[in-house]
C-alpha cells in the first residue's frame, strides 16, 4: 500500500494526492508540543470552554417531545405490519407460508386452515392463516415478508411498535395484525405499494387479471 | 443564665471526657473527643474569648481531630486482630493509673478552691486585643513559637522527599 | 434576655431555614435544566409546567423510597452522618448578611442573624467541621468505596482551607474587620469598589476553593461516580441521601451568598445610594440585588460543572498545596507590602 502510494507520488508531483486521500477536509495534524506559560496556567482553556457551553445554552434544542411532537419519517418508513383486506373485507392472506420462508430473522409462523361453506364474506380464497403470528421481537423490519407475498396481503405499515412490559406481549397476533373491515380501521399502504406497481411487476394479483 | 450555661456546658464537658476514655470503639472515642473540644469551645465563649474559642474549634475540632479519625478510619478495627494483652502489662498499667490518681488527688486536696466568678465583660478576647497583644507584650514567645512550626514544616518536607540514589 | 429580639432572631432563622431548603430544592431543577440546556436538549419537562413541580415530585420520591441500613454498618454513626453535613451546611447561613434593615413602625429588624465580631472564622471553623458528616457517614457504611470517598473528602477539604484560610487574610488586611457585614459596607459608598477590583487573585482562589469545599465538580473526587459508584454515599438510601444531595445544593448557595458579600459587595450595587428610597423598600432592593448575585454564582458553579471534566486525585492535589497555597501566601505578601507603602 505504501510502495503503489509513493509511486503515485512519483507520477504526480503535485500537492493534489496528498488531499485525495483524505474523505472530508475536518482532519487536523494534531502536534504535541510542550505548553507554554500561558497554557500551563490553564485559565485560558477554562475560559474557551465555558464559552462553548454558554454558546449551547443559546442553541434550538435537538430533543422532539414524544409523543407530543413526532419526527418527521420517511415516506417508505418500515414500521408494524398490516395484514391487509381486499375491496370486500375479506382477508388475503391464503397461508402460503412465502413470508415466513422469506424471514431472515424467523419471526412469522403460520397455521393454515381451510374455509368452510359460509365464510366466503371472511377469507377471499379456499385456504386461509387460522393463526399468524409475528414476533416482534426478532422481526428486523426488513420488508422481506412484504416483497415475497404474491397476494398483496401483507405490509410494513408507518406506524410505530409502542412498547409492552413482557416478552409475551410483542407476539402479535391476527387480532393485531389484520385491518379493520370498516374504513376508519383500513391502513393507508400505498406509499409503499407504489414501488412496486411502477414496473408492473409480478405482485399484481393474479387473481385479479 | 451564665451560670447554668457553664453547669450545663461544664457537666457536658465531663461526661464527653469520660466517654472518650470509655468507649470500646476509638472511632467513637475520637468522636466524643471532638464534642469535648465544643463543650471547652463553649466555655472560651462564656469567658467572652471569642477568638480563642473559634480558633479552638478551627484548629483542634476542624484541622487535628479530622486526622485522627483519618487515622483510625484506616486502623483494622476487628476484635479478632487485637493484639493479646498479657497480664504483666495489665499489672503494669493499673499500678501506673493508681500512682497518677494518687498524684492526682494530692494537688486538688493542695489547692485552694476558691469561688466562681464570672468575668467582667471585657474586650480582652476580640480578634484586635489578641492581635495587639501578641504583637507588643508576647512578641518574643510568639515569633519563637512561630520557629517552632517552621522547624516542624522543614522536618515534615525533609521526610516527605524522595531519597536520592 | 431581650424577648424581641429573641423572637426577631427566632423569625429570621426559620425564613432563611425555608429559603436555603427552597433554594437547594430548585438547585436541582435548575442543575438538571442548565445541564440540559448547556448540552442542546430540554430537561425534566413533565411534572408541572415546565418541569416547574418536578423538586416536588423528588421530594416525595425521597420521602417515600425503602430506607436500607447495611447490616455490617454502624447504624447509629451511618444515621448521625447525613444529619452533621446538613446540620452545618445549614448553621453557615447565620453569618451572612442577607440585606438592608426593615424598621417596622420604629422596630429595627435586622437581615443578618449574628453579626459576630470574628464572622469569617466562624464560617471556617463551620466549613472544617462539614467534612465529619462526610467522614462519618463514609466510614459508618463500612463500604470500601464509601471510605475512600470520605477519605478524598476530608483530604480535599484540609487541603483547601488552607489556599481559602490565606486568600481570606489578605482580604482582611484589606478591610480590616472580620465582621460580614463591616467587610459588605466596606465594599459602598464613594470611593469604594467591591473587593473583586482590589483582589482578584485572592478572589481566584477563594472560588477555586469553595469549588473544592463544596465538592463540586470539577473537585468532586469524594461522589465520583465513575470510580467510586457514588463514594461516601453510595450505601445510602431513601431520604439519608436526600440529606446529603440537598446539604451539597445548600452549601452551594451559601458558598455563593459568601463570595457575593465577600467579593462582589453583597446587598450593595454601585448607586444604591443615590437612590435614596425609603428603608423597607432599600430593604427589599437590597435583598434582591444580593440573590440576583447569589443566583448567579449558583448558575456559575453549574455552568462550570457542565464544562470541565474531573481533576485527577494527584492534580488535585498538586494544584492545592504546589500552586494555590504559595499564590495565596504570595497574594499576602503583595496586599502587605501594598498596604505598608501605598497607603
Same mark, same amino acid.
Given at each position: 500500500m505504501h510502495g503503489l502510494l509513493s509511486l503515485n507520488n512519483l507520477n504526480t508531483p503535485n500537492t493534489k494526492t496528498e488531499s485525495t486521500m483524505q474523505l472530508t477536509n475536518r482532519s487536523k495534524v494534531v502536534v504535541k508540543h510542550d505548553l507554554n506559560w500561558l497554557e500551563k496556567l490553564y485559565l485560558p482553556a477554562i475560559f474557551s470552554g465555558l464559552a462553548i457551553t454558554i454558546k449551547h445554552l443559546f442553541k434550538k434544542s435537538a430533543t422532539v417531545r414524544y409523543p407530543e411532537e413526532k419526527r418527521e419519517i420517511a415516506s417508505v418508513y418500515r414500521g408494524q405490519h398490516v395484514l391487509k383486506r381486499d375491496d370486500k373485507g375479506r382477508e388475503n392472506c391464503t397461508a402460503c407460508g412465502l413470508c415466513a420462508v422469506a424471514c431472515p430473522a424467523e419471526a412469522i409462523s403460520i397455521e393454515a386452515a381451510e374455509r368452510k361453506k359460509g365464510e366466503e364474506n371472511l377469507y377471499r380464497e379456499e385456504k386461509y392463516a387460522a393463526k399468524y403470528e409475528i414476533n416482534m421481537l426478532r422481526?428486523?423490519?426488513?420488508g422481506l415478508c412484504e416483497d415475497a407475498c404474491p397476494k398483496d396481503a401483507i405490509y410494513l405499515s408507518d406506524r410505530i411498535v409502542p412498547t409492552a412490559f413482557t416478552r409475551g406481549n410483542f407476539i402479535y397476533g391476527k387480532d393485531i395484525l389484520v385491518e379493520g373491515i370498516d374504513a376508519s380501521g383500513r391502513v393507508d399502504v400505498s406509499k409503499r405499494k407504489k414501488n412496486y406497481e411502477m414496473e408492473g411487476s409480478p405482485k399484481q394479483p393474479l387473481i385479479n387479471k | 443564665m451564665s451560670l447554668y450555661l457553664f453547669l450545663t456546658l461544664a457537666i457536658l464537658t465531663i461526661i464527653s471526657a469520660l466517654a472518650v476514655v470509655f468507649s470500646k470503639n476509638p472511632m467513637y472515642s475520637v468522636l466524643w473527643l471532638i464534642v469535648c473540644f465544643f463543650t471547652i469551645a463553649g466555655h472560651y465563649v462564656l469567658l467572652n474569648a471569642q477568638f480563642l474559642a473559634i480558633v479552638h474549634l478551627i484548629v483542634y475540632a476542624g484541622a487535628i481531630m479530622v486526622l485522627f479519625l483519618f487515622v483510625v478510619m484506616l486502623l483494622n478495627l476487628n476484635a479478632d486482630t487485637e493484639p493479646h494483652k498479657s497480664n504483666l502489662s495489665k499489672i503494669a498499667s493499673a499500678i501506673a493509673a493508681g500512682l497518677f490518681f494518687v498524684v492526682l488527688i494530692a494537688s486538688i486536696r493542695a489547692t485552694a478552691l476558691g469561688e466562681f466568678n464570672l468575668p467582667n465583660k471585657t474586650n480582652i478576647g476580640f480578634v484586635e486585643e489578641v492581635g495587639k497583644k501578641l504583637f507588643t507584650d508576647f512578641l518574643l514567645p510568639f515569633e519563637i513559637s512561630s520557629v517552632l512550626f517552621l522547624s516542624a514544616m522543614i522536618g515534615s518536607v525533609l521526610l516527605a522527599k524522595k531519597e536520592k540514589k | 434576655m431581650d424577648w424581641a429580639l429573641l423572637l426577631d432572631k427566632t423569625i429570621l432563622i426559620v425564613i432563611i431555614f425555608a429559603v436555603s431548603l427552597g433554594i437547594a430544592a430548585y438547585s436541582t431543577y435548575g442543575e438538571r435544566k442548565i445541564a440540559a440546556f448547556l448540552q442542546d436538549r430540554l430537561g425534566p419537562d413533565r411534572a408541572g409546567p415546565f418541569g416547574l413541580l418536578q423538586p416536588i415530585a423528588d421530594g416525595v420520591k425521597m420521602f417515600t423510597k425503602e430506607e436500607i441500613i447495611p447490616n455490617a454498618s454502624d447504624k447509629f454513626l451511618f444515621i448521625v452522618g447525613p444529619c452533621i453535613f446538613m446540620m452545618t451546611a445549614l448553621m453557615t447561613s447565620a453569618i451572612i448578611p442577607w440585606g438592608k434593615s426593615f424598621n417596622f413602625g420604629g422596630h429595627e429588624f435586622g437581615l443578618q442573624v449574628a453579626d459576630l465580631n470574628v464572622g469569617l472564622l466562624y464560617l471556617f471553623a463551620v466549613v472544617s467541621i462539614g467534612g465529619y458528616g462526610i467522614m462519618i457517614g463514609g466510614w459508618a457504611s463500612n463500604n470500601k468505596f464509601a471510605l475512600l470517598g470520605a477519605l478524598r473528602a476530608a483530604s480535599q477539604m484540609i487541603s483547601y482551607e488552607l489556599a481559602m484560610g490565606m486568600s481570606i487574610v489578605a482580604l482582611l488586611l484589606i #478591610? #480590616?474587620?472580620?465582621s460580614l457585614r463591616e467587610i459588605v459596607d466596606g465594599q459602598a459608598g464613594d470611593g469604594n469598589v467591591w473587593n473583586v477590583v482590589r483582589q482578584p487573585i485572592g478572589f481566584l482562589i477563594f472560588l477555586i476553593c469553595a469549588f473544592a469545599e463544596c465538592n463540586r465538580a470539577p473537585f468532586d473526587l469524594p461522589e465520583s461516580e465513575s470510580e467510586?459508584?457514588?463514594?461516601?454515599?453510595?450505601e445510602f438510601s431513601s431520604m439519608k441521601l436526600g440529606l446529603f444531595l440537598f446539604a451539597e445544593y445548600i452549601n452551594m448557595f451559601i458558598s455563593s451568598a459568601i463570595i457575593a458579600s465577600l467579593y462582589f459587595g453583597g446587598y450593595h450595587f454601585p448607586g444604591i445610594d443615590s437612590l435614596d428610597l425609603p428603608q423597607n423598600i432599600a430593604a427589599i432592593v437590597s435583598i434582591a440585588v444580593l440573590f440576583a448575585k447569589i443566583l448567579f454564582f449558583i448558575f456559575f458553579f453549574m455552568w462550570v460543572r457542565w464544562t470541565l471534566p474531573r481533576f485527577r486525585y494527584d492534580q488535585l492535589m498538586n494544584l492545592g498545596w504546589k500552586i494555590l497555597i504559595p499564590l495565596s501566601i504570595v497574594n499576602v505578601l503583595v496586599t502587605g507590602a501594598w498596604i505598608t507603602f501605598f497607603k
Open positions: 422481526c428486523i423490519y426488513c | - | #478591610n #480590616n474587620s472580620l467510586l459508584i457514588g463514594g461516601y454515599h453510595t
